[in-house]
């Protein structure tokens, strides 16, 4: 299973290895070392404080893996993020945790958001004795979106934006199996309030709501050192995905408020939930933001030449980037991702003023020009 992922790391990592045999189970001054032979590594990518990437493999989407932090501190660790739980991820991320040496007796995880990409393996670590903390808001992220109730409320919404039946349902249930619930599945935890610290030694990192992409998700922000952890908020291999949430009537538009906050918060040193920082980051944020209002005017002009069109009609008209010969051979969860981001935006065009929405005699939504 040989990956692009990691590759970046892979030399290092190779380097580092030899002298690394000689020290039997610790990480001492090694830089980079390997979690096995398809090319995952463990980097240190932050010295003050001190901060390892994890890097394990991202399955069912296109980005290629899934980010785990872990900052030492003497004797206490905070991992941050789980990875996606898969036949070796587990183990891998428990050769990283061995091989740093960590004492899981004096670890905390905290997880970003309820993707089951960061949060997944939380159970793996709570048996092994590490105690398991995320936001508040994200815990009732997973109360809420973990339910049957909200995968049929998710395929109703589908159907009212005119996708067809079998297909809003299959879509429905793709992100819904996306998402953890730690009460459900009963891994122990402690919920934090928005501004309530985790503490890793010395280091004290401020939890900050970071809602859009979920709305839980949270970061940790770290203000002395610029350092902040920041899930899913903003990526540079791709735009971050926004669906409808029905929590908030404007997902989009809770992103966008994200972005612009986070870019005038000051992070030097981001640590994203996938791939690494590549430039300043805010100007990635602005980037982002202006991403988002493009594809928006692509909504409006589409609406202005077709008025009346659904949500499902608009869909292609909102310019994705979709590498499949038909829409039929789009994964699910693709499907869902680019129809439930269409929808975020009509909900955003809609809660601006921009837009109205009418249900047709079939309870379908239909748009047109505000
Ligand atoms: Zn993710």
Redesign the pocket.
Same mark, same amino acid.
């Given at each position: 299973m040989t990956s692009s992922a990691g590759q970046g790391a892979e030399a290092a990592a190779a380097s580092a290895e030899s002298r690394e045999e000689r020290i039997s189970g610790v990480v001492g001054d090694a830089r980079a070392f390997a979690l096995d032979s398809d090319g995952f590594a463990c980097t240190r990518v932050f010295d003050e404080p001190e901060v390892w990437r994890v890097e394990l493999l991202?399955s069912q989407?296109f #980005?290629p893996s899934?980010n785990v932090f872990v900052v030492r501190d003497g004797a206490e660790t905070l991992i941050v993020?789980t990875g996606t739980p898969d036949d070796y991820n587990d183990t891998r991320l428990m050769r990283a945790l061995v091989r740093l040496g960590v004492d899981p007796a004096h670890a905390t995880l905290f997880c970003t958001?309820a993707?089951i990409?960061?949060s997944g393996q939380a159970r793996e670590l709570a048996e092994a004795g590490v105690r398991v903390t995320l936001s508040r808001a994200t815990l009732a992220d997973m109360r809420r979106f973990s339910t049957p109730t909200y995968c049929d409320y998710m395929a109703e919404r589908l159907v009212g934006e005119g996708v067809g039946a079998a297909e809003a349902e299959e879509m429905a249930n793709s992100i819904w199996a996306h998402v953890t619930d730690f009460e459900r599945d009963e891994v122990p935890c402690r919920a934090l309030a928005a501004g309530d610290v985790v503490r890793c030694g010395r280091w004290e990192f401020m939890t900050v709501p970071v809602p859009g992409?979920m709305p839980g998700q949270t970061a940790l922000w770290l203000p002395e050192r610029g350092l902040a952890f920041t899930?899913?908020v903003v #990526?540079y291999a791709c735009s971050?995905c926004i669906c409808f949430w029905g929590g908030s009537d404007d997902a989009l538009g809770d992103q966008l408020s994200t972005l612009r906050r986070l870019a005038d918060m000051g992070v030097e040193h981001a640590f994203l939930?996938?791939g690494v920082q590549e430039g300043v980051l805010a100007e990635r944020c602005l980037g982002n933001v202006a991403h988002h209002e493009r594809r928006s005017e692509r909504a409006l002009a589409a609406v202005g030449e077709r008025p009346g069109s659904t949500g499902r009609e608009l869909v292609p008209s909102l310019g994705w980037h979709v590498p499949f010969e038909t829409w039929e051979k789009v994964p699910a969860l693709t499907r869902w991702f680019l129809v439930s981001e269409s929808v975020a935006h009509l909900d955003h065009l809609v809660c601006t003023g921009r837009m109205r929405r009418e249900k047709d005699d079939a309870g379908v939504n239909r748009y047109w020009l505000a």
């Open positions: 991202m989407t #980005l899934v993020d958001h993707h990409d960061h992409h899930g899913d #990526l971050t939930g996938h």
